[in-house]
Protein backbone atom coordinates (compact mmCIF):
# COMPACT_ATOMS: atom_id res chain seq x y z
CA UNK A 1 0.00 0.00 0.00
CA UNK A 2 1.03 3.58 -0.80
CA UNK A 3 0.38 7.25 0.29
CA UNK A 4 -0.64 7.74 -3.12
CA UNK A 5 -3.44 4.91 -2.94
CA UNK A 6 -4.46 5.93 -0.05
CA UNK A 7 -4.88 9.60 -0.75
CA UNK A 8 -7.01 8.66 -3.67
CA UNK A 9 -8.80 5.71 -2.02
CA UNK A 10 -9.67 7.24 1.53
CA UNK A 11 -10.51 10.75 -0.81
CA UNK A 12 -7.86 12.99 1.77
CA UNK A 13 -7.21 16.75 0.54
CA UNK A 14 -5.05 19.01 2.03
CA UNK A 15 -4.97 20.32 5.66
CA UNK A 16 -3.91 23.56 6.62
CA UNK A 17 -1.42 22.63 9.25
CA UNK A 18 0.44 20.05 6.25
CA UNK A 19 -0.31 16.43 4.97
CA UNK A 20 -3.99 15.00 4.07
CA UNK A 21 -6.95 14.69 6.17
CA UNK A 22 -10.83 13.40 5.93
CA UNK A 23 -13.18 14.10 8.65
CA UNK A 24 -15.12 10.63 8.81
CA UNK A 25 -17.63 11.65 11.80
CA UNK A 26 -18.92 14.68 13.31
CA UNK A 27 -21.29 13.54 16.32
CA UNK A 28 -25.15 14.70 16.16
CA UNK A 29 -25.25 15.80 18.94
CA UNK A 30 -24.49 19.38 20.58
CA UNK A 31 -22.84 20.45 23.47
CA UNK A 32 -23.83 23.79 24.14
CA UNK A 33 -21.95 26.60 24.30
CA UNK A 34 -21.90 27.99 27.89
CA UNK A 35 -21.39 24.64 29.07
CA UNK A 36 -18.00 24.41 27.69
CA UNK A 37 -14.89 26.10 29.33
CA UNK A 38 -13.82 29.59 28.60
CA UNK A 39 -12.24 30.54 25.23
CA UNK A 40 -15.06 28.68 23.11
CA UNK A 41 -17.03 30.32 20.91
CA UNK A 42 -19.76 28.70 20.59
CA UNK A 43 -21.99 25.11 20.45
CA UNK A 44 -19.70 22.37 19.51
CA UNK A 45 -19.96 18.81 18.46
CA UNK A 46 -20.02 15.92 21.22
CA UNK A 47 -16.83 14.95 19.17
CA UNK A 48 -15.25 14.95 15.39
CA UNK A 49 -12.78 12.26 13.36
CA UNK A 50 -10.36 12.40 10.66
CA UNK A 51 -8.01 10.29 9.10
CA UNK A 52 -4.76 11.91 8.70
CA UNK A 53 -2.04 11.13 6.41
CA UNK A 54 1.72 12.67 6.10
CA UNK A 55 4.22 11.68 3.83
CA UNK A 56 8.19 11.48 4.48
CA UNK A 57 9.19 15.47 4.13
CA UNK A 58 5.35 16.88 5.31
CA UNK A 59 4.80 17.96 8.17
CA UNK A 60 1.99 18.95 10.61
CA UNK A 61 3.48 22.33 11.94
CA UNK A 62 3.15 23.90 15.81
CA UNK A 63 -0.36 24.67 16.28
CA UNK A 64 -3.03 23.80 19.50
CA UNK A 65 -6.33 23.45 20.06
CA UNK A 66 -9.00 24.13 22.56
CA UNK A 67 -10.59 20.60 22.79
CA UNK A 68 -8.23 17.11 23.80
CA UNK A 69 -6.83 14.92 20.58
CA UNK A 70 -6.29 11.38 20.54
CA UNK A 71 -4.01 9.87 18.06
CA UNK A 72 -4.78 6.30 16.73
CA UNK A 73 -1.95 4.84 14.50
CA UNK A 74 -3.72 2.98 11.28
CA UNK A 75 -1.08 2.16 9.31
CA UNK A 76 2.47 2.78 7.05
CA UNK A 77 5.62 3.56 9.85
CA UNK A 78 6.14 5.82 12.60
CA UNK A 79 5.10 9.19 13.07
CA UNK A 80 6.61 11.52 15.62
CA UNK A 81 4.70 13.59 17.58
CA UNK A 82 6.59 16.43 19.16
CA UNK A 83 4.63 17.71 22.25
CA UNK A 84 5.60 21.23 24.20
CA UNK A 85 3.38 21.70 27.37
CA UNK A 86 2.75 24.87 29.14
CA UNK A 87 5.50 24.36 31.20
CA UNK A 88 7.87 24.20 28.20
CA UNK A 89 8.34 21.12 28.88
CA UNK A 90 8.97 19.21 25.39
CA UNK A 91 8.39 15.51 24.52
CA UNK A 92 8.66 13.11 21.31
CA UNK A 93 5.94 10.71 21.38
CA UNK A 94 6.23 8.09 18.70
CA UNK A 95 2.93 6.69 17.27
CA UNK A 96 2.73 3.46 15.44
CA UNK A 97 2.47 -0.18 16.10
CA UNK A 98 6.21 -1.96 17.05
CA UNK A 99 4.91 -1.69 20.90
CA UNK A 100 8.06 -3.71 21.45
CA UNK A 101 10.30 -0.70 20.86
CA UNK A 102 8.26 2.19 22.12
CA UNK A 103 5.75 3.38 20.03
CA UNK A 104 2.55 3.73 21.28
CA UNK A 105 -0.92 2.85 19.39
CA UNK A 106 -2.62 6.06 20.79
CA UNK A 107 -1.42 9.60 22.29
CA UNK A 108 -3.48 12.32 23.69
CA UNK A 109 -2.60 15.38 23.15
CA UNK A 110 -4.23 17.46 26.01
CA UNK A 111 -6.04 20.75 25.10
CA UNK A 112 -4.52 24.24 24.46
CA UNK A 113 -0.79 21.87 24.37
CA UNK A 114 1.56 23.17 21.17
CA UNK A 115 2.07 20.42 19.31
CA UNK A 116 3.77 18.98 15.60
CA UNK A 117 4.03 15.94 13.88
CA UNK A 118 6.22 14.41 11.04
CA UNK A 119 6.53 10.75 9.87
CA UNK A 120 10.21 9.50 11.82
CA UNK A 121 13.12 8.43 10.16
CA UNK A 122 12.72 5.84 7.51
CA UNK A 123 8.49 6.51 7.24
CA UNK A 124 7.52 6.62 3.87
CA UNK A 125 4.34 8.08 5.05
CA UNK A 126 2.35 7.32 8.30
CA UNK A 127 -1.83 7.35 8.45
CA UNK A 128 -3.38 8.13 11.64
CA UNK A 129 -6.85 8.97 13.03
CA UNK A 130 -7.78 12.28 15.12
CA UNK A 131 -10.27 12.16 17.28
CA UNK A 132 -11.18 15.82 18.82
CA UNK A 133 -13.68 16.07 22.06
CA UNK A 134 -15.50 18.57 22.22
CA UNK A 135 -15.27 18.00 18.23
CA UNK A 136 -13.21 20.15 15.95
CA UNK A 137 -13.72 23.30 14.70
CA UNK A 138 -11.49 25.52 12.75
CA UNK A 139 -12.30 28.72 15.25
CA UNK A 140 -10.42 26.20 17.96
CA UNK A 141 -7.48 25.79 15.89
CA UNK A 142 -4.10 28.18 16.44
CA UNK A 143 -1.10 27.80 14.27
CA UNK A 144 1.87 28.81 15.89
CA UNK A 145 4.21 31.69 14.84
CA UNK A 146 7.54 30.81 15.56
CA UNK A 147 8.87 34.20 16.57
CA UNK A 148 5.95 33.36 19.23
CA UNK A 149 7.26 30.11 20.17
CA UNK A 150 10.87 30.59 20.18
CA UNK A 151 10.24 33.62 22.63
CA UNK A 152 8.21 31.20 24.67
CA UNK A 153 10.33 28.15 24.59
CA UNK A 154 14.37 29.10 23.69
CA UNK A 155 15.39 25.26 24.69
CA UNK A 156 13.29 23.88 22.31
CA UNK A 157 14.70 26.12 18.87
CA UNK A 158 16.02 23.49 16.59
CA UNK A 159 12.51 21.45 16.57
CA UNK A 160 10.64 24.68 16.80
CA UNK A 161 12.60 26.32 13.66
CA UNK A 162 12.10 23.16 11.81
CA UNK A 163 8.15 22.77 12.26
CA UNK A 164 6.78 26.37 12.37
CA UNK A 165 5.92 28.56 9.21
Same mark, same amino acid.
Given at each position: MTAAFLIRHLQLTRHPEGGYY???? +?? *??? $?????????????? +?? *??? $??????????????RLRSDECWHFYGGQALLIHVIDAAGRYSCIRLGNDLMNGENLQFVVPASTWFASEPASGSTFSLAGCTVAPGFDFADFEIASQKD???????????VQRLCR
Open positions: RETY +RA *SGI $IPGNALPDGFTGDR +RF *STC $IYYLLENGDRSVFHLLGKFPAHTGV
